[in-house]
């Protein structure tokens, strides 16, 4: 089994700062992209940013320039640091991990259970 935890969601005023966690645990023989993804009320979910292995980066244009996608290999955690938030960044935020559970299985996906972020003007 496997779980993604999230952890660093909340309420901050705009302007202001947030990091997000998400840890992954259990049976992981190696992982490869790992991910943030969020979900507005009444809107898709999208992608916000991601991170391969080798630490190529990429993010929604929404997003550049404020937040920071970043990963911990060893922790095999995945972290999102969050800067001059706005109201419309207001949404459930979810971790996706691309990972393998031995040497010789397909990589699958897997989503954490998603933490709120709430940006008030």
């Known amino acids: 089994q496997v779980q993604l935890v999230e952890s660093g969601g909340g309420l901050v005023q705009a302007g202001g700062s947030l990091r997000l966690s998400c840890a992954a645990s259990g049976r992981i023989f190696s992982i490869d992209t790992m991910g943030w993804y969020r979900q507005a009320p009444g809107k898709q979910r999208e992608l916000v940013a991601d991170?391969?292995?080798?630490?190529?980066?990429n993010y929604a244009d929404s997003v550049k320039g404020r937040f920071t996608i970043s990963r911990d290999n060893v922790k095999n955690t995945v972290y999102l640091q969050m800067t001059s938030l706005k109201p419309e960044d207001t949404a459930v935020y979810y971790c996706?991990?691309?990972?393998?559970?031995?040497?010789?299985?397909?990589?699958?996906?897997?989503w954490g259970q998603g933490t709120l972020v709430t940006v008030s003007s």
């Open positions: 996706n991990v691309d990972l393998r559970v031995t040497s010789v299985s397909r990589y699958l996906e897997h």
């Open positions: 991170i391969t292995s080798g630490g190529m980066r």
